[in-house]
T-cell receptor, first 115, second 112 residues
Framework: AQSVAQPEDQVNVAEGNPLTVKCTYS??????LFWYVQYPNRGLQFLLK??????LVKGSYGFEAEFNKSQTSFHLKKPSALVSDSALYFC?????????????FGKGTHLIIQP | DARVTQTPRHKVTEMGQEVTMRCQPI?????VFWYRQTMMQGLELLAY????????DSGMPKDRFSAEMPDATLATLKIQPSEPRDSAVYFC??????????FGQGTRLTVV
């Protein structure tokens, strides 16, 4: 079975500082990895994905994530946080070898950027 | 701008009534997901279709929930009979094999 862990329910960062939202995953094969963002009363918006290739993936709104196979992690990062980045962030995984499995999401991390 | 469309956006119903939620996936996408979001459980996968065939509905209470894709432009999720514990936001998402899923705005269901 595939699973995702987001160990922090909430992350607080001052505006202008770098931010990291942590994600670790578990799959039996090789992973597809994704980050999504959700604003209040909205659906999830896709930020970025890792399929293959470079371990550092760049996405929307200045976000990036680093795939680390040995640590089974896919942490989301941004060099300089904006107040508008405050939202709920979800990490998701799919096992490449198991086409019948849907996307499995973590519990989500509330990111709060303080002015 | 292609997007997943869900109707209705909000639904309030009485316990025991049938509820039908509809989803129009993005044209050309061959995978469709139904998720339920609650504060307690987070995002739960209810059903997953590929090329209109159901691949996984293990997350769905079979006695009251059913999911179908009558054609490539419509996915439905039905609850009969509805119960207060079904109150949640239900999301439909579509995508292509191996790629990201694009989410609709959700249906906020309240069962009283």
């Amino acid at each position: 079975a595939q699973s995702v862990a987001q160990p922090e329910d909430q992350v607080n960062v001052a505006e202008g500082n770098p931010l990291t939202v942590k994600c670790t995953y578990s799959v039996s094969g090789n992973p597809y990895l994704f980050w999504y963002v959700q604003y209040p009363n909205r659906g999830l918006q896709f930020l970025l994905k890792y399929i293959t290739g470079d371990n550092l993936v760049k996405g929307s709104y200045g976000f990036e994530a680093e795939f680390n196979k040995s640590q089974t992690s896919f942490h989301l990062k941004k060099p300089s946080a904006l107040v508008s980045d405050s939202a709920l962030y979800f990490c998701a995984v799919r096992d490449k070898g198991r086409g019948a499995d849907g996307l499995t999401f973590g519990k989500g991390t509330h990111l709060i950027i303080q002015p | 701008d292609a997007r997943v469309t869900q109707t209705p956006r909000h639904k309030v119903t009485e316990m025991g009534q049938e509820v039908t939620m509809r989803c129009q996936p993005i044209l050309g996408h061959n995978t469709v997901f139904w998720y339920r979001q609650t504060m307690m459980q987070g995002l739960e996968l209810l059903a997953y279709f590929r090329n209109r065939a159901p691949l996984d509905d293990s997350g769905m209470p079979k006695d009251r929930f059913s999911a179908e894709m009558p054609d490539a432009t419509l996915a439905t999720l039905k609850i009969q009979p509805s119960e207060p514990r079904d109150s949640a936001v239900y999301f439909c998402a579509s995508g292509r094999d191996g790629g990201e899923a694009f989410f609709g705005q959700g249906t906020r269901l309240t069962v009283v």
